[in-house]
């Protein structure tokens, strides 16, 4: 490949960060999740099995679904996220670590096309904000940054607004540190006038501007198909 996209010259400011499970995501986990995740996995089955009923053993089958739900929320509570960005190596790595269970993955920065931003209260309780990425190969990848606009949050005062707020200012903070932009599905509306003069009432009316970021968002999804096809 000798495609100027995969040989921009990105600026990247090096970044080291580790977010800890807090005493309170842990003590949820244990106390919480973990007897749910025993009854789910282990009381309803045997009940289900004792019961003789052909269909209520297919309805347990299918109860396995649930368990493994449950089983990612006990593991990401227990889990620290750390992510590092080396410009050195030209590296951003992605650690995931719960008790001895160490889970890394390594991306080039060269590969990095945008962060992607969503609204936190509609993101189905996946990722809202990550790096999307995509290999030369036209494979994609991302990385999640949820989790720094969390601690962002609640260094803060708590709101709806100030939550969108907190994604958008970390989504601001890593795009302008890879040097990318910003492809949003999250808009600011009806903000109080203590925030438009705690951010500024032009940040606020750019986050507000829907049918701009929707422009962009579009703009930027055309590109990445586009460079998708070429390399594929």
């Known amino acids: 490949m000798d495609e100027k996209f995969w040989e921009t010259d990105t600026k990247v400011v090096d970044f080291e960060k580790t977010i800890h499970a807090s005493q309170g995501d842990r003590f949820i986990a244990n106390v919480i999740v973990a007897p749910l995740f025993f009854f789910a996995a282990v009381v309803v089955p045997m009940l289900w099995l004792m019961s003789g009923d052909t269909k209520m053993i297919v309805a347990g089958s299918l109860f396995g679904g649930l368990c493994f739900a449950i089983h990612a929320v006990y593991a990401s509570l227990q889990t620290d996220q750390s992510l590092r960005i080396n410009s050195v190596s030209g590296t951003i790595e992605e650690i995931y670590t ?10 080039p920065i060269k590969e990095v096309l945008r962060i992607s ?12 904000i990550v ?17 720094f606009a969390w601690e962002r949050y609640k260094q803060g005062k708590p709101g709806t607004d100030r939550r ?8 601001e903070h890593f795009a302008e540190m890879l040097d990318v932009e ?10 109080s006038r203590e925030l438009r003069e705690e951010f500024g009432t032009e940040w ?3 986050w507000s501007d829907q049918s ?8 930027l999804l055309d590109e990445e198909n586009k460079q998708r096809q070429k390399v594929q």
């Open 98 to 107: 719960r008790k001895d269970k160490v889970t890394r993955a390594v991306y």
């Open 117 to 128: 931003l969503s609204d936190p209260f509609e993101a189905g309780g996946g990722a809202h």
């Open 131 to 147: 790096i999307r990425g995509m290999n030369i190969h036209g494979v994609k990848w991302s990385v999640d940054l949820s989790q």
């Open 164 to 171: 969108k707020i907190a994604s958008i200012k970390t989504a």
């Open 182 to 191: 910003i492809g949003s599905w999250l808009f600011l509306f009806n903000v």
């Open 204 to 206: 606020v009316h750019k």
């Open 212 to 219: 701009t970021i929707t422009e962009q968002n579009r703009r």
